[in-house]
């Protein structure tokens, strides 16, 4: 079983160490300062932890509540496409840091590459398999009244998706409908929640 990794600071290894490997994923990264000070660099509203470390907490949830388009085979969601587009203008000032968008949804995985500058590459999440970005941004698309996330609902998924990122991991998504599931829930606890400027 995988143990020690350098991908990626311990803060971003808690979680799916404690849900995908029996507690015992640990980041051979010992100064999280070094890794996380370049978030600092940007003007995204990263959360601080409290002193002594005065570090950027890397997991962060952003909600949005816009619901998913209902049509075709594949989804999207405008809303998210917005939030993530405002979420990367406030990230890009730093010219360092290598961003990926993924997503489950081949539609949103096109409106965002529609949207977002040449830089940022948009990939599904079963692409994205075995590479890896500074940033991830995750646009979970699924915001409806019935709280169906469908195939959002795939822990192997969910596994990949967070251990992409070597530096943060921003979550886009609809509270309501994510939490409906219990392990998207237990996600999102792992997350702080932000706001973006533009509200």
Known sequence: MLDIQYRF??????????????GRLRSGLTDSSAV??????????????????????????????TEE??????????GQVEVIHEAISLLTPSESLSITVLSPYR????????????????ATIDSFQGREADVIVFSSVRANAERDIGFVDDA???????????????????????????LWKRAL??????????G
């Open 189 to 198: 606890s792992a997350c702080t929640e932000v706001a973006l400027e533009s």
């Open 107 to 122: 539609k949103q995985i096109d409106e965002l590459k529609h949207r977002l500058p040449a830089h940022v590459t948009c």
């Open 156 to 182: 192997r998924r969910l596994n990949v998706m967070w251990t992409r990122a070597r530096k943060a991991l921003i979550i886009v998504g609809d509270r309501q409908t994510m939490e409906s599931n219990a």
């Open 36 to 65: 996380l000070s370049v978030l600092t660099e940007t003007r995204f509203p990263w959360p601080m932890r409290a002193p002594p470390l005065n570090i950027p907490t890397p997991t962060v949830f952003i909600q949005c509540s």
């Open 69 to 78: 388009d209902m049509g075709g085979l594949s989804k999207s969601n405008v």
């Open 9 to 22: 600071p311990q803060e971003l290894a808690e979680f799916p160490s404690r849900e995908f490997y029996e």
